[in-house]
């Protein structure tokens, strides 16, 4: 995926733009063993060299790059995990509209109720992305988040597909929880 990084544009922070093959392996290598489903490990992986080349002025040289790297990385593994364990599980559809009440551990209406109205926001915040994005949300739902398969169905490149539901991640989470 990320052959040799190389976006040398200033000698002071040249060991953060110029990677070699083994380099990116191995931060991948180091999400991965922390993030097991590969389009996460990919996602964060892409996440970790944005968020290097926006704080590269924090760079101080202090550390090894790869070392600053697997800090930046290891920051975005908590936020997936912190995001992920936000949400609840849910099986598939048919467990949401056929599930009984009166059969719920809790029984919390309330709760019920909350979950409902965010679906609702979030299906309203889906309507107000452009075209190209609600498309790739869809495809990708269908392919079961498969980035290949999507970028595939689409006749799109898959950094297409990552880009745009990167972006779309993004314009929801800010409509969902503006305080976020």
Not at 18 to 45: S, Y
Not at 141 to 157: C, F, H, I, R
Request: net charge neutral; aromatic share 6%; hydrophobic share 35%.
């Amino acid at each position: 995926m990320f052959p040799s990084v190389s976006l040398s544009t200033s000698t002071s922070s040249a060991g953060i733009r110029e990677l070699t093959t083994d380099q990116v392996q191995m931060l991948r290598a180091f999400i991965h063993k922390r993030v097991m489903n590969p389009d996460d490990v990919d996602d964060i992986l892409q996440c970790t060299f944005l968020e290097a080349l926006r704080s590269e002025h924090k760079f101080l040289h202090a550390s090894k790059p790869q070392t600053w790297l697997c800090g930046i990385a290891l920051n975005l593994i908590r936020n997936h995990f912190r995001r992920m364990y936000l949400r609840p599980y849910q099986e598939s559809w048919d467990d949401l509209t056929h599930s009984d009440v009166s059969s719920q551990d809790d029984g919390d209406i309330g709760h019920q109720v909350d979950g409902l109205r965010q679906l609702a926001r979030a299906v309203e915040a889906i309507g107000g992305l452009s075209s190209k994005m609600q498309r790739v949300i869809e495809v990708a739902m269908e392919m079961d988040g498969n980035y290949q398969q999507t970028a595939m169905s689409l006749g799109v490149p898959i950094g297409t597909v990552r880009s745009r539901l990167s972006r779309a991640r993004e314009q929801l989470k800010r409509q969902m929880d503006p305080f976020a």
